[in-house]
C-alpha cells in the first residue's frame, strides 16, 4: 500500500521557521517528482515547491522564494521542506504529493498533476 506520512506541524511566531518531512512507503520513490501543497481554510490548495525525482532540479511559487527550501533523500524516502521566514498567511495545512512523472514540467503547481497525497500537517504562524 502506498502511503506518504508528512511530519513536523507546528506553531511560530512570524519570522520563525520550520521543518516538514514526508515519508513515502509502497512506491519507488525515485521515480516520482515530489510537491508540497498547502491550503488554508476557505482558499484553493496551491502549489508551494517541487522537485524532481533527482533532487537536482527545484522550483518555487513566487511567494515563497528566496525562504523556503525543497530538498530530498531518495535513500530515506523522504522529502523535506525548510521554511524560513515565516509569515501568518502563511498559516495552512500542508500536504506533500506523489507526480508520476519525475519532473517538475507542466503544471506540477496544480493538484490534479499530483498522484498521490498525504494527510497533511498543520502549520500556523502567529503574528
Given at each position: 500500500?502506498?502511503?506518504l506520512v ?6 511560530v ?31 484553493e ?18 511567494s515563497?522564494k528566496g525562504r523556503?527550501t ?15 521566514n ?9 500536504y506533500?504529493?506523489a ?10 503547481w496544480s493538484?490534479?498533476?499530483?498522484n498521490?497525497?498525504?494527510?497533511g500537517?498543520?502549520v500556523?504562524v502567529?503574528s
Amino acid at each position: 500500500e502506498m502511503q506518504l506520512v508528512e511530519s513536523g506541524r507546528g506553531s511560530v511566531q512570524a519570522g520563525g521557521s520550520l521543518r516538514l518531512s514526508c515519508t513515502a512507503s509502497g512506491l519507488t520513490f525515485d521515480n516520482y517528482r515530489m510537491v508540497w501543497f498547502r491550503q488554508a481554510p476557505g482558499k484553493e490548495r496551491e502549489g508551494v515547491s517541487c522537485i524532481d525525482w533527482s533532487g537536482v532540479a527545484t522550483y518555487y511559487a513566487y511567494s515563497v522564494k528566496g525562504r523556503f527550501t525543497i530538498s530530498r533523500d531518495n535513500a530515506k524516502n523522504t522529502l523535506y521542506l525548510q521554511m524560513n521566514n515565516l509569515k501568518p498567511e502563511e498559516s495552512a495545512m500542508y500536504y506533500c504529493a506523489a507526480g508520476a512523472s519525475g519532473y517538475c514540467s507542466g503544471s506540477w503547481w496544480s493538484p490534479v498533476a499530483s498522484n498521490y497525497w498525504g494527510q497533511g500537517t498543520q502549520v500556523t504562524v502567529s503574528s
